[in-house]
T-cell receptor
Framework: ETGVTQTPRHLVMGMTNKKSLKCEQH?????MYWYKQSAKKPLELMFV???????ENNSVPSRFSPECPNSSHLFLHLHTLQPEDSALYLC?????????????FGSGTRLTVV | TQLLEQSPQFLSIQEGENLTVYCNSS?????LQWYRQEPGEGPVLLVT?????EVKKLKRLTFQFGDARKDSSLHITAAQPGDTGLYLC??????????FGTGTSLTVIP
């Protein structure tokens, strides 16, 4: 149990489908993140939320839509995805404060777009 | 983008051997972290180094931050199959932005 729970663990969706990824943490962290992990590439930061407010959108296509209803929950809504969007999507959280605080990652959602 | 390059990209060794992986950049970081990611899981934080030249030990793992805070190394003594995984470094700049390295995939053969 890492403290950050992601569901589903695996998702296969067609290019015309709409689906959502869910992330939940009860660590008392106020910053939550979505990262994309593709083969042979560094982790790519997608979105950052601090105290429920989006503070960073790293040039992510609009087919990815994040939602943060409270400090404990984070969603990533997906629609009309492309096959190249297939990847491991990781949610992470951090406490506020100095940069020495590390991320707590979830186990990820393995997404396959067909 | 502040690029962090890790080497080697892949490493396969026998149980009991020693190994070192490297994380290099042309940028200066205020702190640097190492994570291990096992198959099917998310990365797990191993250590954070903050001061140039700092050395931290975690059982058989030794982490070093370069004097100029641009690079780091991870040395594993007497590797075990449980050390198998993807090792990621991540550097933080003064703006509290983190940049992840390209990763080193380690396989320890029993």
């Amino acid at each position: 149990e890492t403290g950050v729970t992601q569901t589903p663990r695996h998702l296969v969706m067609g290019m015309t489908n709409k689906k959502s990824l869910k992330c939940e943490q009860h660590l008392g962290h106020n910053a939550m993140y979505w990262y994309k992990q593709s083969a042979k590439k560094p982790l790519e930061l997608m979105f950052v939320y601090n105290f429920k407010e989006q503070t960073e959108n790293n040039s992510v296509p609009s087919r990815f839509s994040p939602e943060c209803p409270n400090s404990s929950h984070l969603f990533l809504h997906l629609h009309t995805l492309q096959p190249e969007d297939s990847a491991l999507y990781l949610c992470a959280s951090r406490p506020p404060g100095p940069t020495t605080e590390g991320y707590t990652f979830g186990s990820g959602t393995r997404l396959t777009v067909v | 983008t502040q690029l962090l390059e890790q080497s080697p990209q892949f490493l396969s060794i026998q149980e009991g051997e020693n190994l070192t992986v490297y994380c290099n950049s042309s940028s200066v970081f205020s702190s640097l972290q190492w994570y291990r990611q096992e198959p099917g899981e998310g990365p797990v934080l191993l250590v954070t180094v903050v001061t140039g030249g700092e050395v931290k030990k975690l059982k058989r793992l030794t982490f070093q931050f370069g004097d100029a805070r641009k690079d780091s190394s991870l040395h594993i003594t007497a590797a075990q199959p449980g050390d198998t995984g993807l090792y990621l470094c991540a550097g933080a700049n003064t703006g509290n932005q983190f940049y992840f390295g390209t990763g080193t995939s380690l396989t320890v053969i029993p």
